[in-house]
């Protein structure tokens, strides 16, 4: 059961807000996603009708690897705010267009710690389990953006999102409040997934 907004406040948990722009989903395995009115999530799978819904490993290169791996990757979550400093720098990316579920605004997410709660909507909560890291198919997508996202002069390694498990399940759309909550100190740095 979630915690009340008064027992996060009272544990002395630093809580973070933002909103949610869009959400896309595919049933196939494609770099981009269609954007939709809501998604689904279900606690421990994923979104519903993604091709990444499931509790082992769904990305084609890493199932092959351990088809029974856990899947750590099940929402992938990117912040508007890159597709703005990508524009500056002569790409046009919009939601969906790099394989994310959730786009964010007004959050940081490649710089919250390893295992922060993002509260999404009414009821939906997905874990943060690591950073998404930028593969060949971005340059496919548009030419020279996979060096954009990779080694920027400050934050993070990368700048393609983030990856996220679904702790509790719920309908999320565009305009619902994101509420971060961080865990206990002695934060980690999200890994490359």
């Given at each position: 059961m979630l915690e009340t907004e008064n027992q996060i406040h009272q544990n002395n948990?630093?809580?973070?807000e933002g909103s949610v722009v869009a959400v896309s989903v595919d049933g196939k395995h494609r770099f981009s996603k269609t954007p939709r009115l809501s998604i689904i999530l279900t606690k421990g799978h994923g979104i519903e009708g993604d091709a990444h819904y499931g509790p082992f490993v769904r990305h084609r290169y890493l199932a092959r690897r351990n088809p029974t791996a856990a899947n750590l990757r099940q929402v992938h979550l990117i912040p508007s705010e890159l597709f703005n400093?990508?524009?500056t720098r002569g790409f046009e990316v919009r939601p969906g267009n790099l394989g994310e579920?959730?786009?964010?605004?007004?959050?940081?997410?490649?710089?919250l710690p390893l295992g922060t709660m993002l509260r999404l909507g009414?009821?939906?909560t997905v874990r943060l389990t690591g950073l998404r890291t930028p593969c060949v198919l971005i340059d496919r997508f548009e030419g020279g953006l996979k060096d954009e996202l990779r080694n920027g002069p400050l934050g993070p390694r990368f700048r393609a999102g983030v990856m996220a498990v679904v702790s509790e399940g719920g309908e999320v759309s565009p305009g619902d409040s994101i509420r971060a909550v961080l865990p206990a100190p002695r934060h980690l740095a999200l890994p490359p997934l």
């Open positions: 948990h630093p809580v973070t400093a990508l524009r579920n959730i786009t964010t605004m007004g959050l940081d997410l490649e710089c009414a009821s939906a």
